[in-house]
């Protein structure tokens, strides 16, 4: 079904759900497909509302808004159609389900649970069953949002409670982490591997995750029973706040540009605010999957990303014979807006030229590459004086938009925490650019980043500097050897820890094994979650390697996929809703 299927070797989620997704509504005859507020958005990554309906689907609707035994009189009965139900195995998906066996709305119950269906769950719906509507029950492990192909989250944006010791952790924040250890489980099965288990020393929270997945393992040993692994797999779970920089930083691919600058949520863009926007692109689908051109340009810099949509715009002249000229992102525009049949006919390349316009609009009013030159120079290099100087300078600039100051402020006391600094001078001039009450709360982030993921909380070698190479390189700039571009000269710390893996030098003393008797080795499937969330820049080096011929297939994970906006929220424990909006502060119902 997906061209993607062979894009990442062996570790493709996005097959993997689509395979389960098929089964699941494979079934024959009449049917509806009800799913719960997760699954709905995990299918929607890896489906498409009109291949759901060629397979004789006529309903799709949400079990957890049917209101469960409240609504259990109203409901209409449709004893005509089967129900495929497809939810996560929680407690109030079971007691929504057998709510509605009480009183069954279909003439029969095809049963399929994203991931393990604890014993219990399973004796409560058999005893609920008495007209004996229930046709089957199953396991399905697609329990995670699989964006790329080698890429998944759980969405769980807010995770800043898990870094409290576990005796201060509420209710909230037990649910929240066993939905990254679910998470983990479904992505193992789904790909049928147990793997050797490794994680970072610096934090007790990858540990405990690490451990707690071992132990699941063990306790579902039959489950994890593939026989003989290939490949060594290996199970890497790192702490986002052993980078705190990633998140940060202006990005100038695509994918990560349109996520920092317009947002990403279940592969939809918002552009309902772009100026001037037509109304059929308020909401544009952007998927590796279903879009050939997004497929390709998904990870183009911003330059060859104007030059491959100026092909895309030129290709389409062709097939309709215009002699328009077109040299410039504003003649692309003209072109579609004095074309009312390329829209509709190309209307795939008119999300593009629209998004593009967008994205270079935000880049030029918001100085964007000015910015992006002193973050990538604050990441790389160590010249305080000079940093300090610049600091000041575009913190003065009234053209620079207040979250972009923010970030460059933050990324300096990252830096020259150990240093000599100005920070107290930083500190307040940002206030004093703060003009409305959520600026000044964000404030408060120059100080919770330290708290959050300074040098006493992180692990690694962040800005590398804890080595006599290192603080070498960022003296006399050796560490810009080869960098094609000034605003990409950072490299993910992830980047550099797979590159030691690859190599066979992860350090046991830095990433300790769970299995102590367990050994090192080559790797050909690595699988990498990252908890507090990972970045579309790590997408990108984790696509570099899959692509390349290492014999190694690498699939990311994580809590979320951050932008620096949502990154900020988190690091402020959620005081502030992200720029996706309140809805995203969800209650994550595990059991």
């Known amino acids: 079904m997906s061209e993607l299927s062979n894009a990442v070797g062996g570790l493709n989620m996005t097959a993997a759900i689509q395979g389960y997704v098929s089964k699941v509504i494979a079934i024959p005859g009449m049917k509806s497909l009800v799913l719960d507020e997760e699954t709905t958005g995990i299918v929607s990554l890896v489906y498409a509302q009109s291949q759901i309906i060629a397979k004789e689907v006529f309903l799709v609707e949400r079990l957890d808004q049917q209101g469960g035994a409240k609504a259990e009189a109203a409901q209409q009965p449709m004893h005509h159609l089967k129900a495929i139900v497809f939810v996560r195995p929680t407690r ?3 007691d929504a389900i057998i709510a509605q066996l009480k009183k069954p709305k279909y003439k029969e119950y095809h049963l399929f649970f994203s991931n393990v269906l604890p014993k219990e769950f399973l004796r409560a719906l058999a005893e609920a069953d008495e007209f004996e509507v229930i046709k ?7 329990d995670v949002y699989s964006v790329n192909p080698d890429v998944y989250h759980v969405n769980t944006p807010l995770t800043f409670g898990l870094l409290q010791p576990e005796a201060f952790w509420h209710d909230q924040d037990r ?3 066993q939905r990254q250890v679910h998470g ?3 992505a193992l099965l789904a790909m049928k591997k147990r793997p050797i288990v490794r994680y970072s020393r610096s934090s007790a929270l990858a540990q405990k995750t690490a451990m707690e997945v071992v132990r699941r393992m063990k306790e579902e ?3 994890f029973h593939f026989g003989q692994s290939s490949g060594n797999p290996l199970l890497l779970v790192l702490d986002r706040r052993d980078d705190p920089v990633t998140p940060l930083l202006s990005q100038w691919t695509y994918q990560a540009m349109v996520h920092e600058l317009i947002g990403i949520k279940n592969n939809r863009v918002n552009m309902s605010k772009v100026p001037g926007i037509r109304k059929e692109l308020r909401d544009i689908v952007l998927s590796c999957d279903q879009d050939h051109f997004f497929r390709g340009s998904m990870f183009l810099n911003f330059g060859d990303l104007g030059a491959s949509i100026k092909d895309l715009v030129e290709d389409y002249q062709r097939k309709v014979k215009s002699n328009t000229k077109i040299q410039t992102l504003e003649d692309m525009t003209r072109f579609v807006e004095n074309y009312p049949e390329f829209r509709s006919l190309s209307g795939n390349v008119s999300k593009h030229v629209a998004i593009m316009s967008e994205l270079s609009r935000l880049v030029d009013q ?3 590459m000015a910015v992006s030159e002193l973050e990538q ?3 790389c290099q160590h010249n305080h004086s000079d940093a300090l100087e610049r600091c000041l300078r575009l913190l003065n600039d009234p053209r620079v938009a207040f979250q972009d100051k923010l970030r460059v402020v933050l990324l300096y006391a990252l830096r020259y925490e150990k240093s000599k600094n100005e920070l107290p001078q930083l500190k307040a001039l940002l206030r004093d650019r703060a003009s409305t009450p959520s600026e000044r709360l964000r404030c408060r982030a120059v100080d919770k980043i330290l708290q959050h993921a300074g040098t006493a909380v992180r692990g690694g070698d962040l800005f590398g500097n804890k080595s006599f190479w290192g603080r070498t390189k960022n003296i006399f700039g050796g560490g810009l050897k080869g960098v094609e571009n000034i605003y990409t000269q950072h490299k993910p710390l992830l980047a550099a820890t797979l590159d030691k893996v690859l190599a066979d030098k992860l350090k046991p003393a830095e990433y300790p094994f769970v299995d102590r008797n367990q050994s090192a080795g080559k790797h050909s499937d690595v699988f990498v979650y990252i908890l507090g969330g990972v970045t579309f820049e790590e997408a990108l080096a984790v696509h570099t390697i899959n692509k390349s011929d290492s014999g190694t297939n690498v699939l990311l994970g994580g809590s979320f996929i951050h932008n620096s906006s949502s990154f900020l929220d988190d690091v402020l424990g959620g005081a ?10 969800r209650k994550v119902d595990i059991m």
């Open 184 to 186: 983990i489980m479904s």
């Open 136 to 142: 089957q029950v199953q396991e399905y492990y697609g």
């Open 377 to 379: 120079d604050l990441a």
């Open 366 to 368: 918001r100085q964007l």
């Open 175 to 177: 649910l929240t982490f």
């Open 92 to 94: 109030a998906t079971v």
């Open 576 to 585: 502030k809703a992200s720029a996706f909006g309140d809805d995203d502060e």
């Open 221 to 223: 040993a039959e489950l």
